[in-house]
Structures are given as C-alpha cells and as structure tokens.
C-alpha cells in the first residue's frame, strides 16, 4: 500500500482539469481485438494502443512515463469486480481520469472447418470464462482453460492448427485472427457489460467528474466501518460502490474500496475528503471522473 500521507485536499488541488483529448501514448492488456482495445477506441477514436501480457505491465508502462494513459476493465455486469486491478490500483499510484463501458458479446471461435461438437478444450481470460458458465454447463464436453487474454487465446488457437481447440473472444477476432464463429452470444446474460477505467500518472479531474474513488484502511474496533460510512450519509453523498478485499500480510483485515458520487471541486467537498482520511488509519485516492454510461 503507498497510501499518501498529506492532507488529500492538497492533492486535489493540483490535479489537472482537462482531460487528455489525444493521449500520445495509451496502454491496454491483450493484444489486437481484446475488449481492452475496444474500450481505448471508444475513449479515443484515433488511437493505435500499445499491448502489454498482464495488468501490471499496464501499471508499469504508465508509472516509467513509457504510456500516458493505461486502460484496464475494472468490473463486469456479470461477474462483477476484476479483482487484479483493484489489487493493482492499492498497489500502485496511479489515479483514474475516465471510465467507458463496453458492451460484451462472446463468442466460441474455432478453425474454419471445425464444429461445435468436435470441440473439447476452450481457452479465455478467466473473467469471459466466468461470464459463460451456463454455456459450459450446457455443454459438458467442452473443458474450460484459463488465458491471459480473450484476443491472446483467438490467436493461439489460430496459430495451434487443431480444430479441437477453441477460443471464447469477441467476434471482431474471428475476422482478425482467421476464425470462424461455432456459436455468437455464449454470455449467461444478453446485456453483458464491462466497466474499463482509464488511468495516469496525475490526478485529472475534468468538471464533469461526478464519481470519486478511495481505498481506505479503518482502525480494527468496533463500529469502525459503521462511523466511516456515517460521514457519507452526514454529506448527503450516494455511495456507489464497496469491495473489500484482504490485507495480505494482516490476518482477516480488509481494504476497502468505494465510490461514491461528486466532483472534489465543489465546495467543502475536498475538505469532507480530509475529514475523512483523518478518521481511517489510511486513504488513498484513486481518482475522480466521469461515470459515463453505454454508449450503444
Ligand atoms: O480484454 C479482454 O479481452 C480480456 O480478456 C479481459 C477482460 C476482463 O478482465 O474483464 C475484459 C473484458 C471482459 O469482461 C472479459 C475479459
């Protein structure tokens, strides 16, 4: 945890107001065709995003200054919160400037040629596996395994040359990749949407920002946790959101992480922040954005 020690309202004021209109550099997980890069062409049209293997290189890329911008899927409307990148974002000091939603469609890829029922081995990113598991269920013959990527796996299973092989992917990495589509929709649920954040090195927050992002360690007593949530309703601010995640090197003690509506440039609202770092044993911010919705 790297939680900053100064007041959070001195932070605050020096973050940037505008967002950035055509990042130089933008990071993304995958390769080619992964939802990630779909979420970077929704941000910005225009951009040509730099691959990294895993979440952290993402992290790694934007801390160096190698990318301005980083974006990563932060929750699912299925499976829920992508746990890696909560753990990163505690992690890490990086601060979340913009959201976008995806709207996510799977899709069994095969070689051209190959059937559904000759399938045996499926591989994806264990979230897009998580996000199908009636699919699974109704087809017994089909075994699960994990990859680094929904795009990675297409292209694996192209360049592997066995038809008994699939991917679960997007249907844009049929055309990229050379697949064929066995079965569109795979997904338990019709609407299946992932929330991808876009993060920096600096705070930004552009006066649209309407939702806030902290992650607080509070004092083990009793009624800690009842006292923190208090202050928000004390502020009349809607909470959005809470994970709790473990500590690791403290027994059954929990980060917490939540959202909550506003934008840190109203008045009093910097200074509710200071109040509240001042009640935890730590906090940290992670960011103040706009909550944009779907743009389909
Ligand atoms: O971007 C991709 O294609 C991924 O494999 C990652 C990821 C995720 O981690 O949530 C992105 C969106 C979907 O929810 C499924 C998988």
Redesign the pocket.
Known sequence: MSGQREPLSALIQTAGVQLPPAPAAVA???VP???????CTQLWPQCRPQFYRQ?DDVFAAVESGRATVGV??IE?ST?GS?L??YRLLGLHRLYIVDTTQ?A?E?CLLGLPGAALDAVAEVY?????LG?CRRFFEEHPHLHPHE???????AEMVAAGGDQSIAAI??EVCAELYGLSVLRRGVQDQGR?R?R?IAVMAQPVIAPTADRVSVCAVLPHVQGSLFRFLAQFESQGLNLQKIESRPIPDRDFEFLFYLDFSGNLRQPGLADFLDQLQKSCEYLQFLGNYPDRGHPL
């Open positions: 993304a997980q995958g065709g992964a939802y990630s890069h779909r979420a979440f990563l899927p699912n499976e992508v890696p990148v995806v996510v799977h994806s990113h264990p979230q897009a996000q990859y680094s990527n929904t795009a990675a796996a992917a997007s299946n992932t991808f």
